[in-house]
């Protein structure tokens, strides 16, 4: 196989003299073409390399390999191995793509794992620090000009997206220490709660603020503190269960079976070990039968239904019927 070695800036163009060399460029590659119409295309360098081998382990094949090193004592801005521009001076050019990978497999190869890329992890040797280090990085996209602006976009509906490490959603800081997602801002969900205890903190003291046990499609447990340090307006630190139009239903209680502890319906009636309340009944308060007292601690008074009828036990133990079945 034949070698060359230059020394000094290599030029390759389809008109000589048409094309400066930078002040470090080794290699420069310039060619014009005539608009062909649809399917045809232009390259400035081509690069393409084959192996045919036999053994288990032929080793890697690599198309372009570019590597950049500085060595000086000063401080270098940037240093950079692979740098793609693409230029749009005029007309119309229906996309861009400034940097393209695609996979072609054929005659029957199998592939293991493709990636379209791949970010390998630092080496650093002696006594070389990084201050960080990271697999991808992107400037803002939506600037002047620029009518809708993506940092990452996804198009495949039955992709997965994984990452493996903690998301910091809305700020440029790192998450919050021990969570998987930190998230600065609204977040709207369009979509089912999967099973699970879910649980919303404070962003001061990572007090428990909100807890979402949901044990299934149909059913959500909710605990809450309102404030660690009393309600003191109902303006600001309420708890509310709606729907888009209307109150909810507020159920506590071990399942949708009686009996159920207590019910809260959307039209204001409030149910004691029951659901369902008189006919148009609104704004009621409906209690099951219970079971009476047999006791009467002190500081306060007992009231329940017995046999349909509405009894109060006092503290001294007398039990009164306030209204008959």
């Known amino acids: 196989m034949p070698t060359y070695e230059f020394d000094g800036p290599v030029v ?18 310039t060619t014009s073409a005539a608009s062909g119409g649809t ?3 232009a390259q400035g360098l081509a690069v393409s390399i084959t192996m045919t081998g036999s053994s288990s382990h032929d080793g890697d094949l690599i198309g372009i ?6 060595s000086g004592t000063g401080t270098c801005d940037e240093l950079l191995c692979i740098l793609n521009s ?5 007309g119309n050019t229906a996309k861009v793509f400034v940097s393209e990978n695609q996979l072609y497999v054929s005659n029957g190869a199998t592939v293991g794992t493709a990636y379209m890329y791949e970010a390998r992890a630092p080496i ?9 280090t990271g697999a991808f990085h992107a400037p803002p996209m939506k600037l002047a000009g620029v009518t809708t602006g993506y940092g990452i976009l996804c198009e495949g509906t ?10 910091k959603i809305g700020a440029l800081s790192n998450p919050a220490a021990g969570y998987a997602l930190d998230v600065t801002g609204n977040v709207t969900i369009s979509g089912a709660i999967g099973s699970g205890i879910h649980t919303l903190v404070t962003s001061s003291d990572n007090t428990p603020l909100l807890v979402l046990s949901c044990s299934s499609a149909n059913s959500i447990g909710v605990s809450a503190t309102i404030n660690k340090t009393g309600v003191t307006g109902l303006a600001t630190k309420n708890l509310v269960f709606a729907t888009s139009s209307s109150m909810a239903d507020i159920v506590i209680g071990p399942s949708t079976a009686a ?9 204001g009636n409030i149910g004691i070990g029951v659901t369902t309340l008189g006919t148009s009944a609104a704004r009621v308060i409906g209690i099951a039968n219970g079971v009476a007292p047999t006791s009467s601690p002190a500081g306060m008074g007992q009231l329940y239904v017995e046999s349909g009828a509405l009894k109060y036990r006092g503290s001294s133990g007398t039990v009164t019927t306030v209204a008959p079945a």
Do not use: H
């Open 12 to 29: 390759i163009a389809d008109t000589p003299g048409t094309f400066p060399v930078g002040n470090s460029a080794l290699v420069q590659a």
């Open 39 to 41: 399917g045809t295309f």
């Open 65 to 70: 390999q570019s590597g950049a090193t500085y």
């Open 86 to 90: 693409a230029v749009a001076n005029s």
């Open 124 to 132: 650093i040797s002696g006594t070389g620090t990084v201050a960080a």
């Open 158 to 167: 039955a992709d997965y997206n994984i990452l493996a490490g903690s998301l």
């Open 259 to 267: 009996p159920l502890a207590l019910v809260v319906k959307g039209n």
